[in-house]
């Protein structure tokens, strides 16, 4: 009855108009990103070495697929959180709009399972957008621009990596990525559970990440206390696997950090959703 239960709101998700605009958004930033590096993709290049032309000396093509990568993970992964909150602002919150959450709640399963259902069927959502990100960034980006080693600037300099050490780090980088998205989504999914209507859960959520990533940035002492605990702090934890020598410590923290996250809200989901009143 729970896989039953889920199938039926992936069919949910899928027959929402709503749910291809983030695929769809990703498809044309991406698709535009690519053209314009395929164009300017040089002066972009020249941009970040120049500083380095006097000590260093480049050979071989820089602008390649796992550059392109690269940059347009680092510039998506940040309002990739939107298109999610999108659709699963919409899992709870949209059902009670439209009265639709007490037949539901009349079938033989119980409520915690319903809801379960639809964090899972968010998960598999979620899982969808990262592979739509990874066929766009990866799979196109060498497909237009070939393979070679990749470049990462750094604060403190450049480090270079060899063409055969990449692969594995963006494939544990976009699981990373998938796990903060997958937050962002249980974080809108319990906000949806508070909320009658749509718009309150994907505002809320936004807000919300704002707010943390404004008190993330801000060099304030107070805050220092609290920034290694706020999930935005790790949503850009898939760097840590383009550094040398790699930092499995950062790394376990900033996923044990998210997990907390993830168990937290679902569990306040499942209190406030055993607890709904369907009836008023």
Known sequence: MFFK????ELLKIAYKPRSY????GIVLIISLILVALKIDGQFYISII??????????EGEILNGNLIAFIILQMLIIHVPLLIAFVTGDLISGESAMGTIRLMLTKPIS???????????SCVYTLVVIICLV????????LLFGTGDLIVLKSDGLIVF?????NWRFFYGFLIAFLSLVTVATLALTLSCFSENSI????????IILLFTIIGTLEVPV???IKPFLFTTHMAAWRYFFDDPLSLSQIMYSICVLVGHIVFLLLIALYKFNKKDILS
Do not use: C, W
């Open 162 to 166: 060899q063409e055969h050490d990449i």
């Open 223 to 225: 805050f220092d206390a």
């Open 49 to 58: 070495t120049g500083q380095f032309e006097q000590s260093l000396s480049f």
């Open 200 to 207: 309150g859960p994907i505002v809320s959520t936004m807000g």
């Open 5 to 8: 239960s889920t199938y039926n």
């Open 111 to 121: 409520r915690s399972s319903i809801l379960l259902s639809k964090f899972l069927a």
């Open 21 to 24: 605009i983030g695929i769809g």
């Open 135 to 142: 066929i766009m960034s990866v799979v196109f980006g060498k």
